[in-house]
């Protein structure tokens, strides 16, 4: 019941943030010429965060080679993990995240005012909290990969038919580096 109570908080400071004007949003720029990409993921399930870190493994030999800053985040609705993060990797509890200090920010606001040339999104189900957080991010092309996110913040909604993490990433680059 706490979490329900929190996860609503943070929806609701999120949503009253409004992203800055002066962000440029588009998918003009190629993605074979991308040099920083990002990777916001929302995890409600252990089982699904241990299968996803088996998965992206294998992002750096489907990115193209110009990609120099590769971030990861899982944001999450549990607090511990019986298993290591990647050092490349960030995990974040949202019981942890303290948005009512202006002062500090913390790990998840600063990638989200990261200029990523591309930021892909992720999540096995519906998350306000994932759609206000792919909205106020400052990355150029806000790319999703899951059915559940509303398309109206992102520049580009990529579905596949696979159901595995690694192939719809597959078929996403396949996507984007034919535009």
Known sequence: MINLLKNRLLNYKLEKESPSNDIIHNNDVPLRKATSIGFLFYIKDKLMLESLLNEIKI????????????????????SKTDFEIPFNCKFIPISKINWSNDNVKNDLQIFVEKSFDYLFTYSFSISKILDQLTRKSHATCRVTLSEHQDEGYCEMKLLSSQFAFDDRVKAAVEVLNRM
């Open 59 to 78: 992002l750096k030999n489907i990115l193209p080679k110009s990609v120099k800053n590769l971030e990861i985040i899982f944001v999450s609705e549990f």
